[in-house]
């Protein structure tokens, strides 16, 4: 079940931004692939160092809080900065996307992952973490990981498919 019409890749595909990334490959390899990947990366390491902190695997000597409030910012500005590059790269082959099943199950992978953040995660973690059962913020680190590995994995599938 796609989450937009067919309608909206034809005329996303027809759009500046499709035009741009259809005509110049070189804008489309920098802007987009290069910025998309870099902040794929720094969002992963926001992810990872957050969650290891929670697990106790690194950083031990700094207040978990203060490891999830810092990697929290990032995780914002690297996720901004996904979804433009990501659009962007989308609106050049958006009709081959539309048929691409790799691609809806990232979308939907990329959806449960910012809900998770926002709706589960954050609010969780914004207070004193040790007023927080150990075990429940090991199985939040241990959620979160397997959620972003899922839109991880299904993004670098759509390569494939």
């Not at 990366?41 to 695997?57: C, I, K």
């Not at 009709?95 to 969780?124: E, S």
Request: net charge positive; hydrophobic share 60%.
């Amino acid at each position: 079940m796609e989450l937009l019409p067919l309608g909206f890749f034809e005329w996303a595909e027809s759009s500046f931004l499709g035009y741009i990334g259809k005509t110049y490959g070189g804008i489309y390899a920098t802007l987009g692939q290069s910025v998309h990947l870099i902040s794929l990366a720094v969002l992963g390491g926001a992810v990872l160092v957050s969650d290891f902190r929670l697990l106790g695997w690194v950083l031990r000597d700094v207040p978990s809080e203060v490891v999830a409030e810092q990697a929290h910012k990032w995780f914002k500005i690297a996720l901004f900065t996904i979804i433009a590059s990501g659009v962007f790269m989308a609106a050049a082959i958006a009709i081959k996307l539309y048929y691409n099943a790799a691609y809806w199950a990232k979308m939907y992978a990329l959806i449960a992952g910012v809900l998770f953040v926002f709706l589960v995660r954050r609010p969780l973690l914004r207070g004193d973490h040790s007023q927080i059962n150990p075990w429940v913020l090991k199985l939040v680190a241990v959620a979160s990981i397997l959620v972003w590995v899922s839109v991880a994995a299904t993004g670098r599938w759509i390569g494939f498919s």
